[in-house]
């Protein structure tokens, strides 16, 4: 069935480092991806998408990277910050309705 | 994003009662809510589709007799837990999609539900 996973389920990094976060789909008809943020106790927050026909999008801070022929997604995060502690999920749509498949979630850890 | 609220943040009730938590579009109105569950540690689960004017669809394995969906109107979707049992107890976040926006959705603070 429709999976959206990731590879890593903590990542400890020390401020000022980048941080990147991976992520596999197995659902190759997927064409809308999402990095949400979320902090203990708050829901998800959105922080960067991309479509299927694109590779690669950046945003501040932050860059979304689509690799389509092994079905990775990975979000950098450049200067990691300690607000930038919290579980990084990874969302597919790939059926037009809003529906969300989430990945199992990544704990970043800032180290000051 | 889209301002989206959820009412009450935290809820705590005994096993066998029923318990509403509400979900609002504050900036916007929503055609298509969305209603998810976390466990701890765990990701979010979609439950089902909150339609305005129309039944709720839901995924598989979610009973639609234990977790009832209303949307009545375009700012306000409820979901009432129906006889909660302490294996109800778990995060329930909803998200707002708005009109002709069939891609993402912004997401409410969430419901803490814990069933005694």
């Known amino acids: 069935g429709e999976s959206v996973g990731l590879h890593l389920p903590t990542l400890s990094v020390q401020e000022g480092d980048n941080s990147i976060i991976n992520c596999a789909y197995s659902?190759?008809?997927?064409?809308?991806f999402i990095w949400y943020k979320q902090e203990s106790g708050k829901g998800p927050q959105f922080i960067i998408d991309?479509?299927?026909?694109?590779d690669k999008r950046q945003g501040q801070r932050v860059t979304v990277l689509l690799n389509k022929t092994v079905k990775h997604l990975s979000l950098q995060i450049a200067a990691t910050q300690p607000g930038d502690s919290a579980v990084y999920f990874c969302a597919e749509n790939g059926s037009n309705t809003g529906k969300l498949i989430f990945g199992q979630g990544t704990t970043l850890q800032v180290k000051p | 994003g889209a301002v989206v609220s959820q009412h009450p943040s935290w809820v705590i009730c005994k096993s066998g009662t029923s318990v509403k938590i509400e979900c609002r579009s504050l900036d916007f109105q929503a055609t298509t809510m969305f209603w998810y569950r976390q466990f701890p540690k765990q990701s979010l689960m979609l439950m089902a589709t909150s339609n305005e004017g129309s039944k709720a669809t839901y995924e598989q394995g979610v009973e639609k007799d234990k977790f009832l969906i209303n949307h009545a109107s375009l700012t306000l979707s409820t979901l009432t837990v129906t006889s909660a049992h302490p294996e109800d107890s778990s995060f329930y976040i909803c998200?707002?999609?708005?009109?002709?926006?069939?891609?993402?959705?912004?997401f409410g603070p969430g419901t803490r539900l814990t069933v005694t």
């Open positions: 998200s707002v999609l708005p009109g002709g926006n069939k891609r993402g959705g912004f």
């Open positions: 659902n190759s008809a997927s064409d809308y």
């Open positions: 991309i479509r299927s026909n694109m």
